[in-house]
């Protein structure tokens, strides 16, 4: 923290940090980049062990500036393609305590990140056998090949929709009528030898499914619709077969719904219509997906491994929260890939402390702190997830009670950071006396926040 800045809340005093620079800030990145593989090791000892699920995801930030060796341009989650970024792979426990994080060139496939985790259980972490979890676009069947198995590791993931319309070919293993009383059932393929395969069927995912393609087919439609209004109006007409086919791939491009449209494109014409066979073929399969997994039954049921699919949402959380809602990683200013690797280390130790905060402030937060009874409430696994009845009482009268039957007002963690940040601690002289530190006198929800937290008050 800067000088100019400590004036404004007591940690640096709290901490005994004195003066700080912003070269010795800078010194401080350099030395947390050298010790990231210690502190990772740490959190493994801490959270890891042999036999249990790992949550494993990417996702992707700008920089700003071109000079890091790791700016690349590459598919953007934040829809900037028109910047350079990096790629960040994150590996987290079961229950979304984060525990790992690298950064790759910006350029770098999901796919092509997963090795360096391997390599980092089995060689760091010194984890005999894990299953990995990762969604269908990191976990492919390469991957599995050359990866995984090699490394005697097992895996759940997801197939891609042509894997799954080939499983629900006419001669395929998935039969459709299976679904018209149940949302989940395991079938086995012999393109999947020694795996489980988990199909589900969501109808409220199917509805999703089919309105977005139906918006999407409108959108498509009315673009359409304007490029013939532009080659048949009479004043500078659109004319050429290029022309067309150029105005017509970029409505094609946006809407990615080419192929439910037949085009007809000529010199001075075009037609269109919609592929109705096709897109009925597409909405067979709507709200059905399929997981696949290399852990036996009795270890990890259809049900089970189900859930651990969905929690991959956890990771998902934890890109949320790092990018947007609470730790604002961006912007990333840095030069050097070292500085950068430091950078993005701090955020996942600042996020595996918040992930701690929420674990002990549940109860204070719109949270659902009763995740037993919210499961208890959910009819399957497949179904959206639940909230408990507290968790709804919470929410709706905003109010928690604490132990001493006092009501409390609920809070986000924003909030409760921001009404924490009014806690002060003041430095006071009477009459010339040297000063003395005096710390203000916690509210009704600051003190239950502390206590949840184990903070010492009079030490505080």
């Known amino acids: 923290m800067l000088d100019s800045e400590t004036a404004t809340h007591s940690l640096g005093d709290t901490l005994g940090l004195g003066r700080v620079s912003a070269r010795d800030l800078y010194a401080t990145l350099d030395w947390l980049v050298g010790e990231q593989a210690f502190i990772e090791g740490s959190l493994a000892r801490r959270h890891l062990k042999n036999g249990m699920l790992l949550l494993y995801d990417v996702t992707s930030t700008y920089l700003e500036g071109r000079c890091c060796e790791l700016a690349k341009h590459g598919y953007s989650r934040d829809g900037r393609p028109d910047r350079p970024q990096l790629v960040i792979g994150l590996l987290c426990a079961a229950d979304g305590c984060p525990v790992a994080v690298e950064v790759f060139a910006g350029n770098t496939a999901d796919p092509a990140t997963v090795a360096a985790q391997v390599a980092k259980l089995k060689d760091r972490f010194r984890l005999r056998h894990v299953a990995l979890v990762g969604d269908r676009g990191m976990i492919t069947s390469a991957r599995i090949e050359q990866t995984l198995k090699p490394a005697g590791l097992d895996w759940i993931t997801a197939l891609r929709a042509p894997a799954i319309r080939q499983l629900a070919s006419e001669d395929g293993p998935l039969q459709l009528s299976l679904f018209d009383e149940r949302d989940m059932a395991e079938i086995t393929s012999p393109d999947y030898a020694g795996e489980r395969l988990v199909v589900c069927r969501n109808p409220a995912l199917a509805e999703e499914r089919r309105q977005h393609r139906e918006s999407l087919l409108v959108a498509t439609e009315k673009e359409l619709a304007r490029i013939k209004q532009r080659i048949e109006r009479a004043k500078a007409p659109l004319r050429g077969a290029a022309a067309i086919g150029q105005a017509v791939g970029a409505v094609q491009d946006r809407h990615k719904m080419a192929k439910h449209f037949d085009l007809v494109i000529g010199a001075d014409s075009f037609s269109y219509s919609r592929k109705a066979d096709a897109i009925a073929e597409e909405a067979r399969l709507d709200g059905f997906y399929v997981l696949r997994t290399s852990l036996p039954a009795a270890q990890l049921d259809s049900a089970a491994t189900v859930l651990a699919y969905k929690s991959l949402a956890y990771a998902e959380r934890a890109f949320r929260s790092l990018k947007t809602v609470d730790l604002q990683l961006r912007p990333v200013f840095h030069w050097t890939a070292d500085r950068v690797r ?98 203000a006198k916690p509210t009704a929800v600051q003190t239950r926040v502390l206590t949840l937290l184990g903070a010492d008050l009079a030490a505080a």
Not at 359 to 370: E, G, I, P
Not at 401 to 418: C, E, K, R, Y
């Open 342 to 439: 430091a950078h993005v280390l701090l955020c996942m130790l600042a996020y595996y402390l918040e992930w701690h905060m929420r674990q002990r402030l549940a109860s204070m937060l719109f949270d659902d702190h009763d995740k037993p009874a919210a499961a208890a409430r959910r009819l399957s696994p497949v179904a959206k997830a639940k909230v408990s009845d507290a968790a709804r009482k919470k929410a709706a009268t905003q109010l928690v009670i604490d132990a001493d039957g006092n009501s409390l007002p609920v809070h986000s963690l924003q909030t409760m950071l921001a009404d924490l940040a009014t806690l002060t601690a003041n430095r006071v002289s009477f009459a010339g006396a040297p000063p003395i530190r005096i710390l």
